[in-house]
């Protein structure tokens, strides 16, 4: 049985890498999709491309007369059953030079407010939420201070709500991808993880574990050895980590300030 054809999925950041990817493989499961972005031309292109029935609605999901807009259009278009809340942004600098204001916006307050905004339509679907993390919710990574402290807070809400709503027919999921080839990262970082020896996905791959968790019962998802071991490793003897990543602070700070260059 296909657990998602006929199902209505809102997918933000779907002009993204891992996002457009994730339109993709969810049409060709039969689900019907409304796709978020800021990009109109991207959201366009992707419908275009897509099979199954599409609507698409540009917007900035910092803006909250945007997030009220986008409700209605989803009430208007017969509700959602699945919120993927995919969109984010990255910042890869040492920490005086990192914008938090902006990483915390996109990355934890949107979708926290997705989540408050969507649940009571979601409850009328017996539905399910899905929250892209990283694997850097799980590590403090030097030069990602702001992207770490913003996928720390999404894996506690989604944990939090997920507890809370354990006696509920929502399932509240995390999905945790490693390093995945999209232009969310800088050039500094693709030769950071290539000199780190740091493996990197394919969006189709991602995005392919993510619509399988979806039609799962899996509650969390971490992508990619040894990922997932260093994951557990942070979480029991957090100082292996810390001597880890300090045996390679010189050449991160290289990177990070493009003395590389
Ligand atoms: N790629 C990786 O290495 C990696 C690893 C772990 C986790 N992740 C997570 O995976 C998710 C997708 O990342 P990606 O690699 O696909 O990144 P990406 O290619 O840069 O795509 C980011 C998406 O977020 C959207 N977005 C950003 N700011 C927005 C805003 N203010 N309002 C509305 N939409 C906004 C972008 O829309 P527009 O372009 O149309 O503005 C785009 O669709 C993110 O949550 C990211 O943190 C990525």
Redesign the pocket.
């Given at each position: 049985m296909n657990l998602l054809a006929g199902k209505t999925v809102l997918l933000?950041?779907?002009?993204?890498?891992?996002?457009a990817e994730v339109a993709k493989q969810l049409s060709a499961e039969g689900a019907r999709l409304i796709l978020?972005?800021?990009?109109v031309e991207?959201l366009r292109a992707l419908q275009n491309h897509l099979a199954a029935e599409t609507l698409i609605y540009p917007?900035?999901?910092?803006d909250a007369t945007e997030q009220q807009g986008l409700l209605q259009f989803c009430q208007q278009h017969r509700g959602i059953d699945v919120l993927i809340n995919?969109?984010?942004?990255?910042q890869f600098d040492l920490c005086p030079k990192q914008n938090y204001s902006e990483l915390v916006s996109?990355?934890l307050l949107v979708p926290m407010q997705l989540c408050q905004l969507f649940l009571p339509m979601l409850r009328q679907h017996k539905g399910q939420i899905l929250n892209?993390g990283?694997?850097f919710g799980s590590i403090g990574h030097p030069g990602f201070t702001g992207y770490c402290a913003t996928?720390f807070g999404l894996r506690g809400f989604t944990e939090a709500l997920q507890r809370e709503l354990s006696g509920s027919d929502i399932q509240v999921k995390y999905f945790a991808?490693?390093?995945?080839e999209?232009?969310?990262?800088s050039s500094e970082v693709v030769q950071l993880n290539q000199q780190l020896g740091n493996h990197m996905d394919s969006?189709d791959w991602v995005a392919q574990q993510l619509v399988r968790q979806l039609k799962s019962n899996d509650l969390r998802c971490f992508l990619g050895w040894p990922e997932r071991i260093f994951v557990r490793l942070n979480g029991v003897f957090p100082a292996l980590v810390d001597m880890g990543l300090k045996s390679k602070l010189t050449l991160i700070e290289l990177f990070a300030v493009g003395k590389t260059r």
């Open positions: 933000t950041g779907a002009t993204g890498g891992i996002g978020t972005g800021r990009s991207k917007c900035d999901l910092t995919n969109a984010g942004i990255s996109i990355n892209v990283s694997a996928k991808p490693r390093a995945t999209t232009s969310i990262n969006p």
